[in-house]
């Protein structure tokens, strides 16, 4: 089982994972949520109902991964469209990123922190133990937030890596050793792993 999601009776996946490894997806999963930011709610609000109704922003993000992590609703770069279907497509994403990017963030955070959840419960485990490692048992709605936080983790990297099709992604097994997008490229390929053999736990 080491480094691969196997099914549990019942339902929901384990895996054994080292410290190293823990260590890895912990502080990337750490990384997403300071790069998605805070909710509105943690921004200054005593209004339980604020964050329901506050309107979310209707520009894409700057940054080139949360661009990739929130994209336009509408855009399709490979349908060419005249001046006029370009900005009707703007108004249309501008308008669902404005009712819908809000809680599309909240849903990441939710994951990338059910995550470090339950890898801190696991390190505890292992640190009792006084072993270098341990096996996560994850229920299937616990399993159902890590497929959806490892899927946003490896797009945040495949957009560090510029990654868009999957001729890239056969390019990155060629990469020298001494490529410093090499640790990256590693990650990129272990997390694209695991997340395919937890997607085979969750199938009936």
Sequence with gaps: MPGTFEPLPGGGAAVALDDVEISIIRSLAVQLLELIGP???EDASDDPLAELFADGPSEPPADPVLKRLFPDAYSDPEQPASARDAEERRAYSAEFRRYTENDLRAGKRDNA???IRSLDAL???SASAGEGGAVLKLSVEESQRWLSALNDLRLAIGSRLEITDEE???LLYRLPDEDPRKPMVM???WLGGL???LVGTLMP
């Design 187 to 189: 990650a990129y390929l």
């Design 168 to 170: 890239d992604t056969e």
């Design 195 to 197: 997340q395919e053999t």
């Design 39 to 41: 909710g509105p709610a």
């Design 123 to 125: 390190s505890s485990v």
């Design 113 to 115: 922190l059910a995550v």
